[in-house]
C-alpha cells in the first residue's frame, strides 16, 4: 500500500456541523483517512494511492454539497494566498455594509416603539421591501449553503438561519397580504437576524485572517532575491531561481536566503529566531548559515546546501501549519455534538411549536417562540471557539520562537507545573544589557563610557547596542571619531586626535586582535580577570547578560583599549633629595594638547600608590616633551604623562615609568 496525503481547500463551510459533515463522507470512502478545520478551511487527507485519487476526493466532497481543490502551498506563494483572503474579507465586509443600512431603518424604528410611539411605522410595503433585499440578496448565501447541504443529506447552520429567518417572512407577508387580524408582521426580526449572522461571519473571517499572519510572518524572514555568483559575475535573481550548489553572497545587514556553508569571508550571524541566542554567532569559512538569519556587517560567500522547502525555515512553517490545522482532544468531542446539534434544534423547534400551539392555543406566538429557537441554536461558537484559540496560541507562539507540536501537545501544557530547560542561556529576552562595568584606576564610568559609545555609535550589534543604551542611561554623548574600522566578530576601531581607540571581544586566542591573553571566571556574577599585553592598555570592560529572570551565568565581556598616544617617560631610576633631573619621552605626531603635556608624580606610601603634589608642566618640541623636576622628598616614586583635552576627549596617558628611588 502506498500512502499519500494532501491537503484540501474547503469552501461553502459555515459551521462546524459543515466540518464533521465533510469528515464523514471522506472517511467513508476506502483507504481514506481524513480531518477537516473548520478555522482553517482545509482538509488533511491521507489515502491509498492504489484506492483513490485527488480528483477522486475533490468529487466526493462536492457530492457532499461542498467544493474542494487542493490547497496552495504556503511556502511558494504565500502573497497569492494572502491577497484572496484579502478578497475573501472585504466581500464579507461589503455584504455586512449592504444589510447593515437596510436593516438600519428598522432598528430606527424599533426605538421609536421602545419610546412608546407606535404611531412612527414604516408602511409594510417598505419593510416588505428592505427585509427581502436583506435576506434574499445579503443572506442569499444562508439559501444557497441550506439548499446544497439538504441536497447533501444533511442539515447546518444555514439550514436553521434560513428556515428561521424564512419562516418569520413568510409569515409577516401572509399577515400583509391575506391579511392575518390582531396579528404584527416580524419583517425586522428576519432582517436584524440576517444581518447580525452576516456581522459574526465578518468576524469570523478577521480572526482567520489574523492567525494566517503567522505563517506569512515566518515566510517574511526570507529575502526575495539573492545575489548569486557564477563565472566571477554577481546577478541578483528571485530565491526561487537558487539551487543547491549555486554560490551566493550576503552582506552586511541583509538575511540569509537558503541554507548554506560559508566559502570565504568572516561576520557575525544573528541567529536568536532559530535558537534563541541573544547575542550574534561569529561565522568563518566552513560554518553554516541558514534561511532567515541576519547578517550583522561582515560580507560572506557561500555555497547553499538547502533551498526551498528543504531549509530548515521551510521546516519550521510547516511544523506551525501542521499544529494549526492539528485537533486538539477537546475539539473532537465538539464535532461529534455538531454531527447531531442541527437535527437535535430542528427536533426541539417542532416541539416548541407544536406544544405552544396545542397548550397556549396561539400558533402565530408558537410559530415565532419556534423561530427563536431556530435562530438562537447557530453553532457557530461551538465550531469555531476551540480550532480559532488554536490557531492564535500557535501562531503567537511561532512569533515569539517557540515552536507547538500540535493542539494535544497546546492542551497538555495546561497541566505543566515545572519547566526544565537543558541549556543556560536560552531563557532570555533576546536582548543582551550591561551588567556590570570595571573601569580601571584613575578613571570614572563616565569618562570611560564615552570611549566605548564613541566607537559604537551607528553600530548595529546587540552588545554594542546595550552599550549605547546604557550611555543614555548615564547621559554620556559621543565625539566625533575618524577611520573607524568594523572587524566582525571580533571588534571595532577608530581614531581620535591622534590616538587609537578599540572595542574588542574578549577572548584568547592568537592573531592581531587576541589582546587579551586570559579570561578567567572568578564568580557566578560575571566577575572577570583579564591580563593584556604590554602594548595596549585596559581602561574599560563591560559585562553583558542577557537581562533574562532565569540567566545567571555571564554570556559576554568586551574590553576598550587605548593604543597609548604619549610614551613612557624615561629618567633616572635612582637620585638624591632635592637634586633636579630630567623626565622625557615622545608624542605621537597629530596628538591633541599642544604644549599641554603634563607629568604627574606617584609615590607610594604604606604599599599604594598615590598622587604626590600636582602635575608639572613639560616643554615640548615636536613630537618629544621633557620637564625638570625635583623632589625633596625620600622614597619610591614613578611617573605618568597625561594630556590635558578638555571636554574632546579623556584617557590620553602613557604607561608609568620605572620605579625612581629618591635618598637623602
Request: positive net charge; aromatic residues 6%; charged residues 20%.
Amino acid at each position: 500500500m502506498t500512502t499519500r496525503a494532501i491537503d484540501l481547500r474547503l469552501t461553502g463551510m459555515t459551521c462546524a456541523a459543515c466540518a464533521a459533515r465533510i469528515e464523514k463522507v471522506l472517511n467513508r470512502a476506502d483507504g481514506v483517512h481524513a480531518e477537516v478545520n473548520y478555522a482553517t478551511e482545509t482538509a488533511h487527507v491521507e489515502y491509498d494511492a492504489g484506492k483513490a485519487t485527488p480528483q477522486a476526493l475533490i468529487d466526493v466532497v462536492r457530492r457532499a454539497g461542498y467544493d474542494a481543490a487542493p490547497a496552495p502551498d504556503p511556502f511558494a506563494q504565500p502573497e497569492q494566498e494572502a491577497i484572496a483572503q484579502s478578497r475573501r474579507y472585504r466581500r464579507e465586509l461589503a455584504n455586512f455594509a449592504f444589510a447593515a443600512l437596510l436593516t438600519a431603518p428598522f432598528v430606527a424604528q424599533m426605538a421609536f416603539m421602545a419610546g412608546g410611539r407606535h404611531e412612527i411605522e414604516m408602511p409594510y410595503a417598505l419593510q416588505c421591501a428592505l427585509a427581502a433585499l436583506v435576506q434574499f440578496v445579503a443572506g442569499w448565501r444562508f439559501w444557497r449553503g441550506a439548499f446544497n447541504a439538504l441536497r447533501g443529506g444533511a442539515a447546518n447552520m444555514d439550514v436553521l438561519v434560513a428556515l428561521g429567518t424564512g419562516v418569520a417572512f413568510a409569515f409577516s407577508l401572509a399577515v400583509w397580504l391575506v391579511p392575518i387580524p390582531s396579528q404584527h408582521v416580524y419583517f425586522e426580526a428576519g432582517a436584524m437576524i440576517v444581518t447580525l449572522v452576516l456581522l459574526g461571519k465578518l468576524l469570523e473571517g478577521r480572526a482567520r485572517a489574523r492567525t494566517a499572519t503567522a505563517i506569512r510572518n515566518l515566510l517574511a524572514l526570507r529575502p526575495p532575491t539573492v545575489h548569486r555568483e557564477r563565472d566571477g559575475k554577481v546577478q541578483e535573481v528571485p530565491l526561487a531561481a537558487v539551487r543547491v550548489g549555486d554560490v551566493f553572497l550576503v552582506r552586511g545587514g541583509d538575511r540569509v536566503p537558503v541554507d548554506g556553508r560559508v566559502q570565504d569571508g568572516e561576520s557575525a550571524i544573528d541567529e536568536a529566531m532559530l535558537t534563541g541566542e541573544s547575542v550574534p554567532v561569529r561565522k568563518v569559512a566552513g560554518d553554516s548559515v541558514l534561511a532567515g538569519t541576519v547578517n550583522e556587517n561582515g560580507r560572506l560567500r557561500c555555497v547553499a546546501t538547502a533551498v526551498g522547502q528543504a531549509t530548515l525555515l521551510a521546516g519550521i512553517v510547516r511544523q506551525v501549519s501542521d499544529a494549526q490545522g492539528s485537533k486538539a482532544p477537546v475539539q473532537r468531542l465538539a464535532d461529534r455534538a455538531a454531527a447531531v446539534f442541527v437535527p437535535a434544534v430542528l427536533a426541539i423547534a417542532a416541539v416548541t411549536l407544536v406544544a405552544n400551539g396545542l397548550l397556549l392555543g396561539d400558533w402565530a406566538a408558537a410559530l415565532m417562540r419556534a423561530t427563536a429557537v431556530l435562530v438562537i441554536a447557530c453553532p457557530c461558537a461551538l465550531g469555531l471557539a476551540t480550532p480559532t484559540a488554536l490557531m492564535v496560541g500557535v501562531g503567537r507562539g511561532a512569533q515569539a520562537g517557540i515552536l507547538i507540536k500540535n493542539a494535544a501537545a497546546l492542551e497538555r501544557a495546561q497541566g505543566i507545573d515545572a519547566l526544565i530547560v537543558d541549556k543556560t542561556g536560552t531563557l532570555t529576552v533576546g536582548k543582551p544589557r550591561v551588567a556590570a562595568e570595571y573601569p580601571a584606576a584613575d578613571f570614572t564610568v563616565r569618562e570611560l563610557m564615552l570611549i566605548a559609545v564613541s566607537l559604537e555609535t551607528g553600530a548595529s550589534h546587540p552588545l554594542a547596542q546595550a552599550i549605547l543604551e546604557r550611555a543614555r542611561v548615564l547621559g554620556v554623548d559621543p565625539v566625533p571619531v575618524g577611520n573607524v574600522r568594523q572587524h566582525p566578530g571580533q571588534g571595532v576601531e577608530a581614531e581620535n586626535g591622534g590616538q587609537t581607540l578599540r572595542v574588542e571581544q574578549a577572548t584568547s586566542g592568537s592573531g592581531p586582535w587576541s589582546l587579551v591573553k586570559a579570561v578567567t571566571n572568578t564568580g557566578a556574577t560575571g566577575d572577570y580577570s583579564l591580563a593584556v599585553t604590554p602594548l595596549q592598555t585596559t581602561y574599560y570592560r563591560f559585562v553583558f547578560d542577557a537581562a533574562g529572570p532565569y540567566l545567571t551565568s555571564t554570556s559576554n565581556v568586551l574590553t576598550v583599549q587605548v593604543k597609548p598616544v604619549l610614551s613612557t617617560p624615561t629618567g633616572p631610576t635612582s637620585i638624591k633629595k632635592n637634586k633636579s633631573f630630567t623626565v622625557k619621552g615622545t608624542v605621537q605626531p597629530g596628538a591633541p594638547g599642544g604644549p599641554s603635556v603634563k607629568i604627574q608624580i606617584y609615590r607610594k606610601h604604606d604599599g599604594k600608590w598615590s598622587k604626590y603634589k600636582s602635575a608639572y608642566s613639560t616643554t615640548r618640541s615636536g613630537t618629544k616633551y621633557s620637564a625638570k623636576l625635583k623632589i625633596n622628598a625620600t622614597g619610591k616614586f614613578k611617573f605618568k604623562a597625561t594630556i590635558a583635552t578638555s571636554s574632546q576627549f579623556v584617557g590620553v596617558t602613557s604607561s608609568y615609568s620605572k620605579v625612581l628611588t629618591v635618598k637623602k
